[in-house]
């Protein structure tokens, strides 16, 4: 089974044009693939200035459902600094990137230059149907 970290840029695709992450949910509620949201995404979409309504961060929340959250643990922490040393991602997307990597997943993503240095990362823009 092939698991996904979906990175911010696909959640905010779906809430303005609602594509790419129903056919990542389809795929997860037929057992294909799982879907994994670092906890630092689901900080930069309350971040938004959408979120300040109790409805829109109740229509987030409902969002995840059937998606992993993923806490900061100390391996993420650990790949996270070893991704910020050699300078192949920075802030979050370090944080993201890490994620993947130790959950063994590949990225969702529609800002692929933000983590085309990081080694091993494999990444999905929602083109490719047949991942």
């Known amino acids: 089974m092939v698991n996904?970290?979906?990175?911010t840029s696909i959640f905010i695709e779906y809430i303005r044009r609602g594509e790419i992450?129903?056919?990542?949910?389809?795929?997860?509620?037929?057992?294909e693939r799982k879907?994994?949201?670092?906890?630092v995404v689901v900080g930069e979409l309350l971040a938004g200035k959408s979120m300040k309504t109790e409805k829109f961060r109740r229509e987030l929340?409902?969002?995840?459902k059937g998606m992993?959250?993923?806490d900061i643990?100390?391996?993420?922490?650990?790949?996270?600094?070893?991704?910020?040393?050699k300078e192949q991602a920075f802030g979050n997307d370090a944080w993201i990137a890490a994620s993947c990597l130790v959950k063994k997943a590949k990225l969702a993503t529609l800002n692929k230059k933000h983590f085309e240095k990081v080694?091993?990362?494999?990444?999905?823009n929602g083109k490719d149907e047949t991942l």
């Not at 996904?4 to 990175?7: A, G, Y």
């Not at 992450?21 to 057992?31: D, E, N, Q, R």
């Not at 080694?119 to 999905?124: A, D, H, P, S």
Request: proline letters at 4%; a positive charge.
């Open 4 to 7: 996904f970290v979906v990175d």
């Open 21 to 31: 992450l129903p056919s990542l949910i389809k795929w997860a509620s037929k057992g």
């Open 35 to 39: 879907l994994v949201v670092p906890v």
């Open 61 to 64: 929340v409902s969002m995840f």
């Open 68 to 70: 992993e959250i993923v």
């Open 73 to 85: 643990n100390v391996s993420i922490a650990a790949k996270y600094g070893e991704i910020r040393r």
């Open 119 to 124: 080694r091993g990362l494999k990444m999905y």
